[in-house]
């Protein structure tokens, strides 16, 4: 019973969209109608700036440290914040109050991740930041980043790993589309280092 209103706690958090309420009272727009169509983090930045980007991200690393305290102190246990893990993730990527239509859940699963096993989720989050910085693209490295930790999460607890491996394939569907674009070449490229070079009015050569 703790397992299923873990999940639920996770649902009724997962569904807070910060791009949405920060579309819908801020900036009186619909963010799944520009640019990407994605209500997440790098969406928001790249259509409406960086400031909203942050401040989507920050939400949605918020909504999940909520989630995951509250489950944390009522229902103690590793596997019950693997289920309110899972829970958030469903509720952010299929949002009952967005008719289902939510993100890609990278930022709760980065979370998710670091606050259940912190040093495989630092390991497997450093591994796919080198992976942005080697590929410069925001659609692969974290897919690997999430097999990874499922994997180690296995290692350690066959129903903890076949919760992750569940989060693993809801991402994979989210990421879909981008997916079919990375392997046709038509994959969007971002290149960090040349963004933080610009930041720190370093020269290009």
């Avoid at 209103?5 to 579309?23: C, K, Q």
């Avoid at 990375?182 to 290149?191: C, E, L």
Wanted: hydrophobic share 55%.
């Amino acid at each position: 019973m703790t397992r299923l209103w873990s999940i639920l706690i996770g649902y009724i958090f997962g569904n807070l969209l910060f791009a949405m309420i920060i579309g819908h009272f801020f900036l009186k727009k619909d963010p799944t109608k520009f640019g990407s169509g994605n209500p997440g983090t790098a969406n928001m930045g790249a259509v409406f700036g960086k400031k909203w980007g942050i401040l989507t991200c920050i939400g949605d690393l918020s909504k999940t440290a909520i989630a995951l305290l509250i489950v944390h102190f009522a229902f103690p246990g590793e596997l019950n914040l693997a289920y309110a893990g899972l829970g958030l993730i469903l509720g952010h990527c299929f949002p009952i109050l967005d008719h289902f239509k939510g993100g890609k859940g990278v930022a709760v699963a980065a979370l998710l991740t670091v606050v259940y096993d912190w040093k495989a989720g630092l390991i497997t989050l450093l591994i796919a930041l080198f992976l942005v910085i080697v590929m410069k693209n925001l659609t692969i490295p974290p897919l690997v980043f999430m097999i990874l930790f499922s994997i180690d999460a296995t290692i350690h607890s066959v129903e903890a790993g076949i919760i992750f491996w569940i989060i693993t394939a809801i991402m994979c569907f989210q990421f879909r589309h981008d997916i079919i674009d990375f392997f046709s070449g038509n994959g969007k490229r971002v290149d960090i280092l040349v963004t933080l070079k610009k930041k720190l009015g370093v020269k290009q050569r």
